[in-house]
């Protein structure tokens, strides 16, 4: 048997006089995570203000521990708050990367669960799976989807208690293992917040999803398509905003959700239409593109719900 | 007497730092971290009991130093141990396998002879803390 056991960590350095705060910006590589959140992500700009100002929050931190200013590892566990499809869980897999470009994470990965996840059905199960939970994002970041669903108040005897508990435990005595962020709807997460006063002092940085504008949708309608290699035509195009238009008043609206839920029903729709009408050979731009006729057929344009759409479920992603 | 059982034994303690890093070698060469206890230290004793489940899928070993803690608020006053197996082989083999945690008096080993026909003689070596009964170990 033969083992190499990694090197025991050298003794503390000695703390230099000066931090060149550029360059350690530049070493970081958060750039280039600030960018794709700029590119990938269309509108959410008061989101991307506070994810620079939290990268330029912890590239400071850093600076004043190396100068040995600050010891302790800052509080890093955030809210994400707002309605369905608004890019929480999109955003937090950015944010995990920060953290770990930054060093606050050892590793940088995403675990997305909810309560089942965390809450077990019968006495003692919910301490070994919310450990088991727990264990699995150290060195990464724990996002937690509709986290309120933990705290039952119309059952004392709810097991969410428990999960709750040991997440209060770790949030505070493991920061430097793991970041948790939890997520939902503003106004459930303040009075979660209200009932539960032990998260919301441990969590430093709230940080609110606003719904996206009906511009902002049909840009990321666009986006979307483009990264699938499918394009709108002119008449899809203005088919599309008016589907945005009407979407938004009816039930079960999810923004970017629907939008990406409305394209995959278009791309079925084209090849249902290229099936029965093509004749001869298609060429790419046949097989490519969305007509007017594949979003005008939706369910959305005579007042209805699309028959065909996903189960509400899938709000867990 | 300070057992000696295991990689490290004749270094001082492993800090909890020192034990992460160990355990994520470990863990980056695919192996699976687990917590193990005992009151009998007997080093012919390879069954020490197991503090939950080896893991399997935790890609950063601060969760094995958690259950390590965790196990230490269980049974301070025991043995305890890290191991690290490696399957790759298509079996369990123990790669790493180190002590974490003591009983702050250690009372050691005594040797026992045993006198067979013929002037023969039998040695044998028996851990003090067993002769009390289990659960009574180490106060
Ligand atoms: N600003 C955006 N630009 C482009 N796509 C987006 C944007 N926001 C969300 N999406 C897309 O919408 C879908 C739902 O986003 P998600 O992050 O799961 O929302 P939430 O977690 O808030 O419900 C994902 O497929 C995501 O890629
Ligand atoms: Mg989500």
């Known amino acids: 048997m033969t083992t190499e056991p990694a090197a025991p960590q050298t003794g503390p350095q000695t703390a230099p006089q000066t931090v060149d705060l550029a360059a350690a910006y530049e070493a970081s590589g958060v750039r280039e995570v600030l960018k794709e959140l700029d590119d990938t992500m269309i509108g959410l700009a008061p989101v991307k203000q506070r994810i620079r100002e939290t990268a330029s929050l912890l590239l400071v931190d850093q600076a004043r521990r190396q100068l040995g200013l600050a010891t302790e590892t800052p509080t890093l566990h955030m809210s994400f708050t707002g309605n369905p499809g608004t890019g929480k869980t999109t955003v937090a897999l950015k944010m995990a990367d920060l953290l770990h470009r930054l060093g606050y994470v050892r590793k940088g990965h995403l675990v997305t669960v909810t309560r089942d996840d965390l809450v077990g059905q019968y006495i003692g199960h919910t301490a070994p799976k919310t450990k088991e939970v727990l264990k699995k994002a150290m060195g990464g970041v724990l996002f937690i989807?509709?986290?309120?669903?933990?705290?039952?108040?119309?059952?004392?005897?709810?097991?969410?208690?428990?999960?709750?508990?040991?997440?209060?435990?770790?949030?505070?005595?493991?920061?430097?293992?793991?970041?948790v962020i939890l997520a939902g709807y503003a106004d459930r997460m303040d009075r979660f917040f209200d009932s539960n006063p032990g998260f919301r002092s441990r969590i430093a940085h709230h940080i609110e999803f606003p719904d996206y504008s009906n511009e902002e949708l049909l840009k990321i309608a666009d986006v979307m398509l483009t990264e699938q290699n499918y394009t709108l035509d002119p008449a899809a195009r203005t088919a599309m905003a008016d589907y945005i238009a009407a979407r938004r008043g009816q039930p079960h609206f999810a923004n970017a959700r629907s939008i990406r839920n409305a394209l995959d029903r278009a791309r079925l729709r084209q090849a249902n239409r290229l099936f029965n009408e093509a004749a001869g050979p298609l060429d790419g731009t046949a097989l490519s593109t969305i007509a007017g006729a594949d979003i005008l057929a939706s369910r959305v344009f005579r007042g209805g719900l699309d028959v065909d759409r996903k189960p509400a479920k899938e709000a867990a992603e | 007497m300070r057992l000696r059982q295991g990689q490290y034994s004749f270094l001082p303690d492993l800090s909890d730092d020192d034990i992460r890093v160990q355990a994520q070698y470990a863990i980056d060469k695919g192996w699976a971290v687990s917590v193990e206890y005992t009151d009998d230290p007997h080093p012919r004793n390879s069954f020490w009991e197991m503090w939950g489940h080896p893991m399997?899928?935790?890609?950063?070993?601060?969760?094995?130093?958690?259950?390590v803690n965790e196990c230490r608020k269980a049974h301070g006053a025991k043995y305890i141990r890290v191991l690290a197996f490696d399957a790759s082989a298509g079996w369990e083999s123990i790669r790493m396998s180190f002590i974490v945690n003591r009983p702050a008096e250690e009372p050691g080993f005594r040797l026992v002879r045993q006198e067979g026909e013929g002037r023969m003689i039998r040695y044998t070596i028996e851990s003090y803390a067993t002769r009390e009964p289990e659960g009574a170990r180490y106060a």
Do not use: K
């Not at chain 1, 005897?157 to 770790?170: H, P, T, W």
């Open chain 1, 145 to 179: 989807d509709e986290a309120y669903y933990l705290y039952r108040p119309e059952n004392e005897r709810d097991y969410g208690q428990e999960a709750i508990e040991i997440l209060l435990q770790v949030m505070e005595n493991n920061r430097d293992d793991l970041v």
């Open chain 2, 56 to 67: 399997f899928d935790t890609p950063d070993a601060a969760a094995l130093v958690y259950e």
